[in-house]
């Protein structure tokens, strides 16, 4: 590996953590408060958020993103936007990963088995397209942008109150016609 594409990894890692320890700095100034709380549903002051950084996932090698609830609850629908980076001998790529994602599961605890549905904008740097996780035959070399749909299947912790949360599971993924199964495991800071 050159010291050129070190120094670029270098610099984007170090992007992505500028990026997410700038939302954690911000969250930790406000603090979630709850305004109901049931066995059914636990309704907060304002809709839950999340930043996290994922290895694997939508963002397909490290991604820091960003994720919302669409109400005051603690679970039901949210969305999610991010950006990745990753290269290997071969190419280099950034990802920008889109989804919208549901949470069903014990809201009183933020235990929560999570669906989701992902677009992922594939931003290629090079003209090769084997990195041996994905190999995209018949495409044209010229193109340098991919599109990969994916769901996910996983648990989620996300504390009511705010607070350090864990993300796992697995992901099928479709990509120029092709499909595939691959996993994710993100940590982040749940406000």
């Known amino acids: 590996m050159s010291e050129k594409k070190v120094f670029e990894m270098k610099k984007l890692f170090l992007s992505i953590a500028c990026f997410a320890a700038s939302f954690a700095l911000f969250a930790q100034q406000d603090t979630v408060f709850l305004k109901k709380e049931s066995k059914k549903k636990v309704i907060t002051d304002r809709q839950p958020q999340m930043v996290f950084a994922e290895l694997g996932g939508p963002g397909i090698a490290l991604s820091a993103n960003y994720d919302r609830r669409v109400t005051k609850e603690t679970g039901g629908f949210g969305y999610r936007i991010g950006l990745g980076y990753s290269f290997t001998n071969d190419f280099k790529f950034t990802t920008i990963p889109v989804g919208v994602n549901y949470l069903v599961g014990d809201k009183s605890r933020g235990r929560f088995f999570e669906v989701g ?55 099928p993924v479709f990509i120029e016609g092709e499909t595939g199964i691959g996993a994710y495991l993100s940590f982040g800071y749940n406000f």
């Open 117 to 171: 549905l992902n677009g992922t904008m594939i931003l290629i740097n090079e003209d090769i397209y084997n990195d041996g996780f994905f190999t995209v035959d018949n495409v044209d070399n010229q193109k340098n942008t991919l599109f990969m749909t994916s769901l996910l299947f996983g648990y989620r912790s996300q504390p009511i109150r705010g607070g350090f949360s864990f993300r796992g599971g697995v992901m």
